[in-house]
């Protein structure tokens, strides 16, 4: 509840729309890893460590999306 506002602002500015869905799985990533979380760090900075590698994915996977169409349309074209 403390950091949902600013989770939520760090997506939202980036993604707009598909928000959400990171947001949903930053908090889980910090469920899930928090018994490796060392305290060497905020958990702040915790947090939004993975709430960047969940961007960085997300933008990864999008433009995988993107190749995957654009060899489709390639293919599309070469047959006609």
Known sequence: ERYFDAIARFFERKVGDDAS???????????????????????????????YNQLCRHFR??????GRLAVQRLARQADD
Do not use: K, M, N, P
């Open 61 to 66: 996977d999008r433009a995988r999306e993107r």
């Open 21 to 51: 869905d990171l947001i949903q799985r930053t908090f889980l990533g910090c469920v899930e890893g928090l018994a490796s979380f060392a305290g060497r760090a905020s958990f702040r900075s915790y947090l939004f460590a993975i709430a």
